[in-house]
């Protein structure tokens, strides 16, 4: 998609990023894990995982998604490179 920008591509992700993300607040959503869950699904779809592995990938992937989300600050602070 990227390649489809007229200009620099990282200055329009940039105003992309700075427009849309962080416009939900997860921390009130109860579906924040659900969601996280179906999107590890599709992934490991994509990878064609065996459906049998799906629960033990799953427990890693989320498990790591937990420990990312407590501990990582907010990306608010980042600026343009």
Known sequence: MMATIPGKANDAWWI??????????????????????????????QYRLPIRFYWQAMVIQLVGYEVQYQVRPSDAHLTPI
Request: charge should be negative.
């Open 16 to 45: 992309s990023n700075a427009n849309e993300c962080g416009q939900v607040d997860l921390d009130t959503k109860w579906w924040r894990i659900p969601l996280y869950l179906l999107c590890c699904a599709g992934v490991l779809g």
